[in-house]
């Protein structure tokens, strides 16, 4: 007869292995980010700072190929929009595009010409087992009065890296559209005086997209899109913006 003793260990020990194997495979789908630092100083100035998903896994690889195609798409100034295939070739095309503009425009400029400035940066702001939200800005000077800033929230589903849409987050638009129109409202009579805002159209739009942090859903204006002419940004908590979640 087999000794009952003997089994019951071997029985913990395949428990045991069972369960570090599943947690080490839940462990590997756990997304891990590092960062992509590239700074250049020459006759421009281009700053990058984005976040990278470590591993060659296609969630990886799909997260990684929209980030540097925003950061790519920032970064391609000339009249054509041409954008090339890596960052580092698009830095070296905002050159290019500088030195030839500064070339022509040195004839008849009695002054010297400002260099061209490009700043992005990317931060992870939100990441669960269910999503990764992360937020890139880009600030671009080509020698105007102004830069042109670009601030835009990307959602990922954290196993497949698709890109999230409304749609995909909110179960009921219409109706998390009335409560955005509620804190909309309760920002502009709270953070500003009437004489502050800029005539506008009264009708209220949705934001292209949302934002998620440790503290609620984000919600942002840009000053297009601002009746104060300026960015305009508050936060939803999750204890009202649940019930309209898919995730």
Do not use: H
């Not at 495979?25 to 281009?46: D, H, P, Q, R, Y």
């Amino acid at each position: 007869m087999f000794n009952s003793f003997a089994i019951k260990p071997l029985k913990y020990i395949l428990i045991l292995a069972l369960s570090i194997s599943v947690y080490s495979c839940k462990e590997e789908t756990t997304l891990s980010f590092a960062s992509t630092a590239i700074i250049t100083n020459n006759e421009t100035v281009v700053e990058v700072n984005i976040p990278k998903a470590k591993g060659d896994t296609e969630a990886a690889k799909a997260i990684n190929a929209t980030l540097e195609n925003y950061t790519n798409t920032a970064l391609a100034v000339d009249s054509a929009g041409t954008i090339q295939p890596t960052i580092e070739e698009n830095i070296t095309a905002f050159n290019t595009s500088y030195s030839r503009f500064k070339t022509e425009i040195g004839k008849t400029l009695l002054t010297d010409l400002p260099s061209w400035e490009a700043l992005i940066d990317g931060e992870i702001i939100y990441q669960n087992e269910s999503i990764i939200c992360i937020v890139m800005n880009s600030s671009i000077n080509t020698g105007g009065a102004q830069g042109i800033f670009n601030m835009k929230f990307f959602n990922f589903d954290a196993a497949t890296g698709k890109e999230l849409k409304t749609e995909d987050l909110i179960n009921d638009i219409e109706a998390f559209t009335t409560v955005v129109k509620k804190y909309y409202d309760k920002e502009l009579e709270t953070g500003y005086k009437a004489t502050d805002l800029e005539p506008y159209n009264e009708s209220f739009s949705f934001p292209e997209n949302l934002g998620f942090s440790e503290d609620g859903v984000i919600i942002f204006y840009d000053r297009l899109n601002s009746p104060s002419n300026d960015p305009l940004e508050f936060t939803i908590p999750y204890t009202v913006a649940n019930r309209y979640l898919k995730f």
